[in-house]
């Protein structure tokens, strides 16, 4: 997915634990996002990312926190997993083509049981 | 801020028939637009992007779509469409001053043989 990889690809985990999710790409982009995709909703955006340690909430923020060290890395956890986190994760790049266009990544499934 | 709407969360149609998918957004400032697909257990890809310019804008796979300000709509539309285009349809916005990308909950295109 032109230089986008996200792991784990698939994760089941119980409620209560906590969990990261990577992000790495190897584009250089200044914008990394973080999208949840759940049938009926389409992909809501959690956190992004328009640099280095400079981080923004999306729609759905709330249980999730986001880290952005390195510019080719971006980090998504869960700090105490639920149920209601159950979904695909996204990870998407952009803002160095002009007009915000993304890339995406494969996507990561987790389930917490 | 802004926001995405499609009207039709699944459209069957034959093959070879032509297919229109709408989309309407809201946002108090300028904007551009995008139409993404996801095939069945795959990330997104862009199918196309309005940044300015003319209001009909062409994509892969023989799709196009029209930008009416007016009506705030970028509806998506294919002439013939083949048993390869059954995907999963996303419209998108995002601001022009570069922001959060915010997608509808889309639209999930069944081509009948």
């Known amino acids: 997915d032109a230089g986008i990889t996200q792991s784990p690809r698939h994760k089941v985990t119980e409620t209560g634990t906590p969990v990261t999710l990577r992000c790495h790409q190897t584009e250089n982009h200044r914008y990394m996002y973080w999208y949840r995709q759940d049938p009926g909703h389409g992909l809501r955006l959690i956190h992004y990312?328009?640099?280095?340690?400079?981080?923004d909430k999306g729609e759905v923020s709330d249980g999730y926190s986001v880290s952005r060290s390195k510019t080719e890395d971006f980090l998504l956890t869960l700090e105490s997993a639920t149920s209601s986190q159950t979904s695909v994760y996204f990870c998407a790049i952009g803002g160095e083509s002009g007009a915000n266009v993304l890339t995406f990544g494969a996507g990561s499934r987790l389930t917490v049981l | 801020a802004q926001s995405v709407t499609q009207l039709d969360s699944q459209v069957p149609v034959f093959e070879e028939a032509p297919v229109e998918l709408r989309c309407n957004y809201s946002?108090?400032?300028?904007?551009?637009l995008f139409w993404y697909v996801q095939y069945p257990n795959q990330g997104l890809q862009l199918l196309l992007k309005?940044?300015?310019?003319?209001?009909l804008v062409k994509g892969i796979n023989g799709f196009e779509a029209e930008f009416n300000k007016s009506q705030t709509s970028f509806h998506l539309r294919k002439p013939s469409v083949h048993i390869s285009d059954t995907a999963e349809y996303f419209c998108a916005v995002t601001p022009t001053s570069y922001d959060k990308v915010i997608f509808g909950p889309g639209t999930s295109l069944s081509v009948i043989p």
């Open positions: 309005y940044l300015s310019g003319s209001t």
């Open positions: 946002s108090s400032v300028s904007v551009y």
């Open positions: 990312s328009y640099g280095v340690k400079d981080t």
